[in-house]
């Protein structure tokens, strides 16, 4: 079991570029998530996908922030025309259906700064 | 509006006295808590659940007690060893498919 990854683990970019985050959840999970985590916070919940089907997203994800899950296994977020308010570190996380939101398998997380 | 509240940012114990770990929250209409520990430079980590039809859930050093009159929880760690050292998280679900957080408690057990 080698756990949900992330990657890259450390994203350093310029206001206005483009980033893109990757997340592989432990295969057998059918349940994903991305939460974002600033400092001094608690993770807040950004969007929830049930195998390739983005089914609730937050208020927090504005129109620059698309997540996808195109074949139900691997999933990306891109941020587009990054601001500084958008350092975090983004989290993501897996879990069965059968367990829904009560056992999270949470990756290392990838931190985004924007200068 | 923050409905799951902790309100005290670190708490320091030493090795082997009992941790207690507040968390207040908002919404009576949750069903279930969790908590998660957290350490630098990784996720967070499930830890321990309790279902609103309890008070009380263990599991080994940890025991989580739940006053909903009160709407308030607490975490118990005993005896606090030095690698409990962590961030925790109370959380709660905001819906069937979202959880909402605390703030964290950082928790420092010295030897």
């Known amino acids: 079991d080698t756990g949900v990854s992330q990657d890259p683990r450390h994203k350093i970019t310029k206001r206005g570029q483009n980033v893109t985050f990757r997340c592989d959840p432990i295969s057998e999970h059918n349940r994903l998530y991305w939460y974002r985590q600033t400092l001094g916070q608690g993770p807040e919940f950004l969007t929830y996908f049930q195998n390739e089907a983005q089914l609730e997203k937050s208020r927090l994800l504005s129109d620059r922030f698309s997540a996808e899950r195109p074949k139900g296994s691997f999933s990306t977020l891109e941020i587009q025309r990054t601001e500084q308010g958008d350092s975090a570190m983004y989290l993501c996380a897996s879990s069965l259906v059968s367990s829904g939101t009560r056992e999270l398998f949470f990756g290392e997380g990838s931190r985004l700064t924007v200068l | 509006d923050q409905q799951v509240k902790q309100n005290s940012p670190s708490l320091s114990v030493q090795e082997g006295r009992i941790s207690i770990l507040n968390c207040d929250y908002t919404n009576s209409m949750f069903d279930y808590f969790l908590w998660y520990k957290k350490y630098p430079a990784e996720g967070p980590t499930f830890l321990i659940s309790i279902s609103s039809i309890k008070d009380k859930n263990e599991d080994g050093r940890f025991t989580v007690f739940l006053n909903k009159s009160a709407k308030h929880l607490s975490l118990h760690i005993v005896p606090s060893q030095p690698g409990d050292s962590a961030v925790y998280f109370c959380?709660?679900?905001?819906?069937?498919?979202?959880?909402?957080f605390g703030k964290g408690t950082t928790l420092s057990v010295s030897s």
């Open positions: 959380a709660a679900p905001l819906s069937a498919t979202a959880l909402i």
